[in-house]
């Protein structure tokens, strides 16, 4: 009964996992070294070029993280001050970067310092490190502001009210009393966003500059411009190595158990009144600036403004194989699939990560949020030439695009859910053992329930990321009246002219709006769901 | 009837349960008393299933239930701390055992009314439990607990989070509730007065194994054991030589270690009584004094820092007064 | 390249309900190729108007589906990898400068097309014919001629004059094909190509990563601050077409002397199924409806000589007579060694 039961919840995830990750990547990748692959691998780290790409790629990848981090978790004590339907309303808007794609909000940026005069001289941000570094917190702001914001709130204030009763100052308190049950959720956090920054592309080539490479970068340059496949698979390998170290030490934090949580009478917070508004100024010159800028530029017709490129997505251009609206449909119907598939599999596998024996846990664990830190161009070529026989000819069929989002929307559903799953106090499960549920049965009805919170906060995530993925969906063949909406702009943007550029930026601010909505109401289900726990 | 044979719990090095038997017959209140840590909520969990046990049986009619998963005992607890669904309202808490009974929804209704009207809660099914006070939640828990009808009911300390009023109040209603729903109960508590109150059997606990147990009256008026006398809340504990010797002079009894029951001494009034003459009272000054309503609770001592003694007497005494006190060896117990 | 069977693992779950299968098999009888669909494997930027491929439906009877993938070089990439399991029956847009490495990859089946005696010698760059030239583009540098009083450059040469510091964006070539081409036309050119890039670092070239960063982000058209940029030859009048409040003349010209040649090329992918039909399809891809289809969709030229241009073609955009070329072998061979070279210049 016992294992029957556990093992429905460690089958599924573990099949969807297995069939289109772990054997399509392993298919390809033993493919790609099966000439002189080792020779190749030991190579890399011959080459000071090479080794210079990987070390960089490490480190801005860890100064992204630290210093995304910095500037968001102060964000998140704000928001878990809120009251929860403004909660729902600022978690919903930090996601909108999320579904820009890179070369819009690269464009944006460089407005920004073109305004500024930020584009050379003494404070030069065109092309620097620092442009990647911005960017990154830019897009990763929302991870930490949501998965620990949503943590936070669930945290019972009464502790931090005792200490400082008992003498505590603020910054002892938040210390001392808040930081530590925070832990798992930081470092759940910070995990996705090392691991979005470590896998980074478009930031890396457009506002690094175009000498700037990471590992993946240089796959892409190996695999496409070279044709050199021996090499890229090669960097693949140490890609996918040190993603699984990283995420094997961040598991560790995560696992330290948080104190149990219970219904919080006041949130815990000791966030000053300075802070918020230092914070909030912060968070919309980060967030709203290039926003703006795009609302502006989506305006913007001739010397005027006017809604005509809005009106003008309603038509088919030539470059574009069906109206610019009928793209951001075709996101839609992705996202939902996306989202019902990294709901279902990253629930499950959570169920598995919190209850499951200690080595399934960590393997789920570990198994599932590698495709985040997997090169696009890895999942997208291992998907290629692996699943092309039928039963599973994928190549051709449009699952293909929402199952590859459903990849990287697994690890946020999982990322989230685990923290909160594993601060149910376990006499709730053991109160309804008792009351004649079933293992299975007490999933169903205290874990799943109360694992909500996280588990609309994770599919908001996967929403967002299915709308605004480029990358995995470009390495992709797709029929071209499936087209999505990022791939669209990016179709609309590689032809000159203002009309099709103004369309592009109305398009990106349609994006934003459905997205943001899309969140909202995917987390309003929650409200209703568990009584506003 | 469930009966208990043996059992053992160890935590690492620790032995949590050593060897523990006892059993529960039907309609029976058993009381589980002992200082915390002592294992008396491991052993409630090894009870509902929810603990393995490293050796011994828990049987229920003889049938060994050690092949049954916790939800398929029909066993019933109540936490400590309720553990009520934070996510369910009050009636969805009530009905959760019903449910996973699979009895129907008409049938569910009715007897959530029936068992919150029980437990003086009529009318509060569609309230949050977030919402409810102490007291309420713990006859929430208890309702919850109760609703699927089990045939053995566990109570883990279900009064220690009350007010003293509340708990008052809900110590003496919950034998009669749980007599009126038929049914054998475990209680689990710290509280020596709580535990006279409710149990029909109490079983004293020390570091995992039972060292007393026999109806109320019986264990405190004879606890055989020194840890035992200590937590029933006996504190005249001493040592009485081999001729009969105590600090304060000689008490006709059989040498050893002891404890004088509370009732056993007896106010002279007069200072000419023959006892005070024989040396059989002795003296001693009232450093305390409590008005109990129906008698009068003294801290005496003997002698300015010497043996201090507890007693209840009938009549008020006041404090700094000197008295003789006589006390009757018939009252005085062997403890070991 | 057999593989294990995924059969095992996909009907746990049974997504295989959900995988439609490719290239479905409607019998094509032997009298005809009716009724046959057939998948064209291309490029995102691949685009043509409804009725075009309508056209083609009507008269065959065959339907066509189009799949498309990332750029020309992904899509040669995923090709060489599931070769022998082609993902679509006919390619369309690999260019000179991928060229051969599909041919070293063998992707292609042998196809001489009827329409190839309306196509000039100099596009037809494969004597075995396994692909088959459809369109042609230039990359040239474009100016913005407002900004440039005293005139354009002349030529290569020209822009690593003073007049024109810090006024050139060009691509990267390891990330982009006009880059590339545009490496190719300073090899084309220049013997001391090396010493030409290290001119123009000196004379402040940027570098952006793509021709989306430098079209729409530095170049002046797109908000930026630099004149000169590595585009295409039909720049100019897209410019026009999409011009927004709309004008009658390109605010851009072209540089003639800097145009390297990219010529784009259809093949039948060896392992097709519908052999016939893939065949008509090629054939369609030369005549007029198509041809003519071409500059206003793609942008880019038609090769056929009794192809029309659009007048906004023929009013904005002169066609290079003697473009830059390299052969396609020496291009494969070169590439990884210049690019390396090239970014030793400019990052070293």
């Not at chain 1, 579904?99 to 930020?118: K, N, S």
């Not at chain 3, 490029?43 to 075009?52: E, P, R, V």
């Not at chain 3, 010698?121 to 540098?141: A, E, I, M, W």
């Amino acid at each position: 009964m016992k294992t029957a039961t556990k093992s429905i919840a460690a089958v599924v995830p573990a099949t969807f996992v297995v069939v289109f990750f772990v054997y399509p990547v392993v298919n390809v990748l033993s493919t790609g070294l099966a000439g002189d692959g080792l020779g190749s691998l030991a190579g890399l780290f011959e080459s000071p070029r090479e080794r210079r790409v990987m070390w960089f790629t490490v480190w801005q990848a860890i100064a992204s993280t630290a210093l995304t981090l910095l500037v968001a978790l102060p964000a998140a004590a704000l928001v878990a001050g809120l009251s929860e339907r403004r909660r729902r309303i600022v978690r919903a808007l930090v996601t909108v970067p999320f579904v820009l794609p890179t070369v819009v909000v690269a464009g944006a940026f460089e407005g920004v310092f073109q305004r500024f005069g930020l584009m050379s001289g003494t404070v030069r941000l065109h092309h620097t490190v620092w442009a990647i570094l911005l960017a990154h917190v830019f897009f990763n702001y929302a991870v930490v502001v949501r998965t620990v914001g949503t943590h936070w709130a669930g945290l019972d204030g009464r502790l931090e009210e005792q200490a400082r009763l008992l003498g505590a100052g603020r910054w002892r308190t938040f210390t001392e009393v808040t930081l530590p049950r925070l832990k798992p959720a930081i470092a759940s956090a910070a995990s996705i966003v090392f691991l979005f920054s470590f896998t980074s592309f478009g930031v890396i080539l457009i506002l690094g500059g175009a000498g700037r490479s990471t590992i993946e970068t240089d796959i892409y340059r190996f695999a496409v411009t070279r044709g050199d496949l021996t090499t890229a698979a090669s960097l693949a390998v140490v890609q996918i190595v040190a993603v699984l170290a990283l995420i094997s030490l961040t598991t560790r934090l995560e696992r330290q158990r948080p104190v149990a949580t219970r219904q919080p009478r006041r949130a815990s917070l000791v966030v000053g009144r300075a802070w918020r508004w230092a914070n909030v100024s912060l968070m919309l010159i980060l967030l709203g600036t290039p926003v703006a800028v795009l609302v502006e530029r989506s305006l913007a017709v001739g010397e005027g403004y006017s809604l005509r490129h809005y009106g003008a997505l309603v038509h088919r251009t030539r470059q574009l194989p069906v109206p610019a609206l009928v793209a951001v449909r075709n996101s839609l119907v992705f996202a939902v699939v996306a989202t019902a598939l990294a709901v279902v599999v990253g629930g499950l596998a959570s169920l598995v990560v919190v209850h499951g024996r200690r080595a399934l846990s960590r393997v789920f664990d570990l198994g599932l949020t590698l495709p985040l830190g997997t090169s696009a161009v890895t999942i997208g070529f291992g998907i290629l030439v692996t699943l092309d026989e039928p039963p599973l000819d994928l190549r051709t069929s449009w699952m293909i695009i929402p199952i590859a989002h459903a990849l990287i929307g697994v690890p946020f559903v999982v990322r989230t859910m685990v923290p909160v799953l594993r601060s149910i106090d376990n006499s709730l499960r053991e109160a309804a053992a008792v009351l004649g549920a079933a293992p299975a049965r007490v999933r169903r009805e205290i874990d799943l329930p109360i694992g909500s919170r996280g588990l609309v906060v994770g599919a908001g995530f996967a929403f967002a990321v299915s709308i605004g993925e480029f990358g995995a969906t470009s390495f992709l063949p797709r029929r071209s009246d499936s087209i999505t909406a990022p791939i669209a702009l990016f179709r609309l943007l590689a032809t000159p002219g203002d009309l099709l550029r103004g369309q592009a930026m109305a398009l990106a601010v349609v994006l934003m709006v459905v997205v943001a909505a899309a969140v909202v109401a995917i987390e309003s289900v929650r409200g209703t769901a568990d009584g506003g726990l | 009837m469930l009966s208990v044979e043996g059992v053992s719990v160890s935590f690492g090095d620790h032995l949590a349960l050593d060897d523990v038997s006892f059993d529960v017959g039907d309609n029976e209140i058993v009381v589980l008393l002992g200082p915390s840590g002592c294992g008396k909520s491991t052993l409630l969990r090894a009870i509902a299933g929810l603990q393995p046990l490293d050796s011994g049986r828990v049987l229920r009619h003889g049938e060994d239930l050690a092949s049954s998963a916790p939800h398929e005992r029909g066993i019933g607890m109540m936490f400590q701390d309720h553990a009520l669904f934070p996510h369910r309202d009050v009636g969805q808490n009530v009905e959760f055992g019903l449910r996973m009974a699979g009895v129907a929804s008409a049938l569910r209704s009715t007897r959530v009314a029936e068992i919150l009207e029980l437990v003086g809660l009529s009318g509060f099914e569609r309230r949050a439990v977030g919402n409810l006070s102490g007291g309420e939640a713990q006859r929430v828990a208890l309702a919850r607990a109760l609703a699927p009808e089990p045939r053995v009911l566990l109570l883990d300390e279900p009064l220690g989070s009350l007010d003293r009023e509340l708990r008052d109040r809900l110590v003496e209603e919950l034998p009669g509730l749980l007599r009126e729903v038929g049914i054998s109960a475990i209680h689990v508590t710290h509280d020596h007065d709580e535990a006279f109150a409710v149990a029909e059997k109490l079983l004293v606990m020390g570091e995992g194994r039972i060292v007393r147990s026999g109806s109320p009256t019986d264990v405190w008026s004879d606890p055989r054991h020194e840890a035992a006398a200590r937590f029933l809340g006996h504190r005249n504990i001493v040592e009485i030589g081999p001729r009969g010797e105590v600090p304060w002079g000689i008490l006709l009894s059989d040498p050893g270690r002891v404890v004088i029951l509370p009732d056993a001494a007896t106010v002279l009034s007069d200072t000419n009584d023959p006892a005070v003459r024989s040396g059989r009272a002795v003296e001693v000054r009232v450093i305390g004094s409590r008005f109990r309503g129906a008698s009068w609770e003294v801290d005496v001592e003997t002698e300015p820092g010497g043996a201090r003694l507890h007693f209840v007497v009938p009549a008020e005494l006041s404090t700094g007064q000197r008295v003789y006190l006589v006390i009757d060896p018939s009252r005085v117990r062997a403890v070991s | 390249m057999r593989r294990p069977t995924v059969l095992g693992m996909a009907t746990v779950i049974g997504l295989s309900l959900l995988a439609t299968a490719c290239g479905s098999e409607e019998a094509a009888g032997p009298d005809g190729i009716e009724g046959t669909t057939l998948t064209l494997l291309t490029h995102a930027s691949f685009a043509l108007s409804d009725s075009t491929l309508q056209d083609f439906t009507d008269q065959t009877g065959v339907r066509v589906e189009i799949l498309e993938s990332g750029d020309a070089g992904t899509m040669v990439s995923q090709s060489i990898l599931s070769a022998g399991n082609p993902l679509g029956d006919v390619m369309f847009g690999i260019d000179n400068t991928f060229l051969q490495r599909g041919l070293d990859a063998g992707l292609f089946e042998t196809y001489a097309s009827a329409g190839l005696s309306d196509v000039p010698d100099s596009f037809q760059l494969d004597p075995l014919n396994r692909v088959t030239p459809v369109d042609f583009g230039d990359v040239c540098v474009n100016y913005w001629t407002e900004s440039l009083e005293s005139g354009p450059p002349a030529d290569l040469a020209d822009l690593t004059e003073a007049e024109f510091a810090d006024q050139l964006v060009v691509e990267n070539p390891e990330t982009s094909s006009p880059g590339f081409a545009f490496l190719l036309a300073t090899i084309a050119t220049f013997d001391d190509w090396e010493g030409y890039w290290a001119d123009l670092r000196a004379n402040g070239v940027s570098v952006a990563s793509g021709w989306e960063e430098a079209y729409n982000g530095q170049f002046v058209s797109g908000g930026g601050d630099r004149s000169l940029v590595v585009s295409y030859a039909s720049s100019p009048p897209a410019e026009v077409f999409y011009s927004d409040p709309p004008v009658d003349v390109a605010p851009t010209g072209v540089i003639d002397e800097s145009c390297f040649r990219q010529i784009e090329f259809a093949g039948i992918l060896a392992g097709t199924s519908h052999r016939l039909a893939a065949e008509a399809l090629i054939d369609f891809m030369l005549t007029p409806s198509f041809q003519n289809d071409i500059p206003l969709s793609m942008f880019v030229f038609p090769v056929i000589d009794s192809a029309t241009l659009p007048t906004l073609f023929t009013d904005n955009v002169t066609v290079v007579d003697d473009p830059l070329t390299l052969d396609p072998a020496a291009i494969e061979a070169g590439r990884d060694e210049w690019t390396a070279r090239w970014a030793e210049i400019m990052f070293g």
